[in-house]
């Protein structure tokens, strides 16, 4: 099938280079011409782990091409995806000028019938303002049908997770658009669940809502071992092994980040307050998420007499492994407020430091891990980057000037860094009195 991509981000870029993969002809177009530019010359815009090789493979094939033309790629389609950004506003509504400019553009262009399916993650109702706009610039008698097509990749994973989802969702206005849609995703051959457009919308926001209360949910009981002995380690383990539960997203840390969760946290709650019908359950998970990075702040504070004048060493930056996505961030939230409360941050990060640097040129960066903790009155684990876990704490303590540790994601047994000479404290987790 020819089609076209709008918004090559995160997940428009993974979305094209896996649907040409899959042997389709896809142009992925965006307004930013720097970005179209060096992806032309097979420069990432960002780092995922096997997206290089995919676009490359499929540039080379001339299945996938980039361009600034939304007119001619949307003509050239019959089937036209919307992937732009949809941040939040100051109140915790959604900020829909990249798909309203989207379906304009689309609308403007449009020579034939096309099938225009939103992956962007929008409020319920927003299928209905995307096919008012098309149907307001199109010729009279051209028909388009407007789909919800949610996405549920993750950063870090996110070609494993476009090439084998759990679920596709296709929220469809007719039985003829939902058949096409079936039959472009029928080569991954995954479930796929069809449905109106605007329970396909209401999905996305339950799906990551729930998952972001299920954090909160764990954090607040990691919360509650710290007064009462328990070990958070040793209660996951026992309740996420039941089925009915899972472990994933059950693992107590400095809370959610990320381009996603909070935004759509936030989002979901601003349009349950404008129907009248409150989430208070998710009221309550983003208020959990917002103080949990600044807990272990405290214990810092407490534990070091003050953080004025101290250097810190920080592990991690960015909002997940396996991404230079600093969105967000509870690691980079962390290392801010260090920063307000007077403590010199030195870090390391394997991919988001070139990211970090115009945001934050205070930060000491670092060659590796050692290097941040170099004379180091403590040392933060903010991000569970895999080669963290491996440390060498006797290198560490020779480093540091002095041997503290805080592990914001609980990566460290505290008995083995305790038998290195280190004062540990984790989340969820006894720590020093
Ligand atoms: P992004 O900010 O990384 O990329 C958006 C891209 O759209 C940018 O390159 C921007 O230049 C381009 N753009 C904006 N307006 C445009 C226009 N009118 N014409 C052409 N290009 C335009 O965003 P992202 O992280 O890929 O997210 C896109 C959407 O997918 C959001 O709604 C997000 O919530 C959702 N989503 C993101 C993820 C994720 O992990 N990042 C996962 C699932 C869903």
Known sequence: MNIAVIGVGYVGLVTGAVFADLGNMVICVDSHEDRIEKLRKLEMPFYEPGLEEMVTRNVEAKRLAFSTDTDTAVRRSEIVFIAVGTPAQEDGGTDLSQVEASAAAIGRAVNDYKIVVNKSTVPVGTGDLVKNIIERFKPKDVEVEVVSNPEFLAEGTAISDALSPDRIVIGAPSKRV??????????????????????????????NAFLATKISFINSVANLCEKTGADIEEVTRGVGLDERIGSRFLRAGIGYGGSCFPKDTESLLYVSRKFGEEMTLVSEAIRINKQQPYRLIEKAEKALGGLKGKTIGALGLSFKPGTDDLRDSSALAIVARLIELGARVQAYDPMAMEKCKPLHPEINYCDDAYAAAAGADALMTLTEWNHFKQLSFPRLKEVM?????????NIYNPDTVRAAGFKYYGIGRESEG
Not at 179 to 194: C, D, F, Q, R
Not at 401 to 409: H, N, P, V, Y
């Open 178 to 207: 939902a058949m096409k849609l079936i039959e472009l995703y029928s080569a991954l051959e995954k479930p796929m669940v069809v449905t109106s457009v605007r329970s396909a919308e209401m999905i996305k926001y339950a799906s």
């Open 401 to 409: 000037k002095s041997a503290f540790i805080f592990d914001g994601r």
